[in-house]
């Protein structure tokens, strides 16, 4: 909660200074991206910000709800031990003692790491019912979740390689 107020203060400076001399654009919103939701870090950024630290196809996938081609991404067949993070935001997303092969050509896990670092959207894009996958602090589209996968949780999270950071163990 104070850091809540600490940015309401700090962006409310921003504007008051900003109005009282000349500014950028880019200063004021290099100043504005933690937000405090329900007592968890969000991380928030202007779409040049995320186009300045993504390359093409990262951006693509996590801030426009893109897919990698099959079999294409770097991960999709990746065997060794370590974690998967989120390319936007470095939160650990899934454990490879959690990835199996699907088949699919997309890395594909049965789990998160943290249950509460990703969230599920219902996504009805291109006539389908699917659920979306996304990062709960940056909001990065990460792929989607169907209920085919293995035990124990019978879920398959197929995820871009895009996405993902992996650092190995």
Sequence with gaps: MKLKLKLIISGLSALVLGCASNFSEDSIKSNSTLEMVDD???VIKT???WKKILTDIQFD???KKGT????SGEYWDTKLRGNYHCVCCDELLF???SKFKSGTGWPSFYEPAITENVSEKTDKSYGGN???VICNI???HLGHVFDDGPDPTGLR????????NFKEK
Excluded: G, H, P
């Design 95 to 97: 454990k490879s003692s």
């Design 47 to 49: 779409e040049q910000e």
């Design 68 to 71: 990698e081609r099959a079999f």
């Design 138 to 140: 940056c909001d990065a």
């Design 40 to 42: 968890s870090t969000k």
């Design 157 to 164: 999270y197929c995820i871009n390689s895009a996405a993902l």
């Design 130 to 132: 699917r659920t979306e």
């Design 61 to 63: 996938v996590t801030r």
